[in-house]
Every structure is written in structure tokens, then in C-alpha cells.
């Protein structure tokens, strides 16, 4: 009876190490499947931070020739100013009527006045 018992606890020994290999592959098996399901949302995380980077550099560059355009208009804007204050400054010379001068003036104050709407919606598209 013994080899009999003998055997009957081999048997049980065998099943129960089944039992555990079963369970622990089980378990690998949940862990790989996790592990799977975090692969596909950091792919599609990782795919909506690109489009997102690519959004901003788009942006970016759209900025940057707003920026152009505005130094451009500023710098124009400069020589316009710069162009009637040499008309005032001859003009002196020349013994030009009031009106013009005034007009010239006029002008100048308008330009000053548009260049520095311009400096301050830049100031402010800068803090954004």
C-alpha cells in the first residue's frame, strides 16, 4: 500500500504543479495582453502629439510672416515719416503755404499714431 500511496502523492504532486504552471502562464498571459493594450494607446497618443507638434509649426510659421509683414508695413511706414519730414524740414526753405505743412503734419501724427497700434497689437501677440 505504500507504493500505492507513493504514487497517488506523485500523482497529486504532478497535478498540482499543472495547477501552478497553468496559473502562472494565466498570469503571463493577462500581463503580455496589458502590456499590449499600453503599446496601442501610447501609438496613438504618440500619433496625436505629432499631428499636434506639426499644428504648432504650422502655426509658427504663420506667425513668423505676420511678423514680416508688420516689420515691413513698420519700416515703410518709417520712410513715409522719414520722406515728410525732410518735405517739412525743405519746405522751410522753400517757403511752402501752412496748409501743406499742416497736411504734412497731419500726416506724420497718423503714421506715428498707426505704427505704435501696430507695436502695441504686436506686444500683446507676443504675450500669447
Keep these: 500500500m505504500s507504493q500505492k ?24 498571459l493577462s500581463r503580455v495582453k496589458l502590456l499590449i493594450s499600453k503599446i496601442k494607446d501610447l501609438k496613438n497618443e504618440n500619433i496625436l502629439l505629432k499631428e499636434n507638434i506639426k499644428n504648432l509649426n504650422i502655426k509658427i510659421s504663420e506667425l513668423k510672416l505676420q511678423h514680416t509683414k508688420l516689420n515691413t508695413e ?29 497736411n504734412v503734419k497731419t500726416r506724420i501724427q497718423e503714421l506715428i499714431t498707426r505704427i505704435d497700434t501696430h507695436l502695441e497689437q504686436y506686444d500683446e501677440g507676443e504675450k500669447y
Design 5 to 28: 500511496d507513493s504514487d497517488i502523492n506523485t500523482k497529486d504532486y504532478f497535478k498540482e504543479q499543472k495547477n501552478l504552471v497553468r496559473i502562472s502562464f494565466e498570469d503571463l
Design 74 to 102: 513698420l519700416i515703410n511706414k518709417d520712410k513715409e515719416i522719414s520722406d515728410l519730414k525732410n518735405s517739412v524740414l525743405n519746405s522751410a526753405y522753400n517757403k511752402i503755404p501752412i496748409k501743406d505743412k499742416d
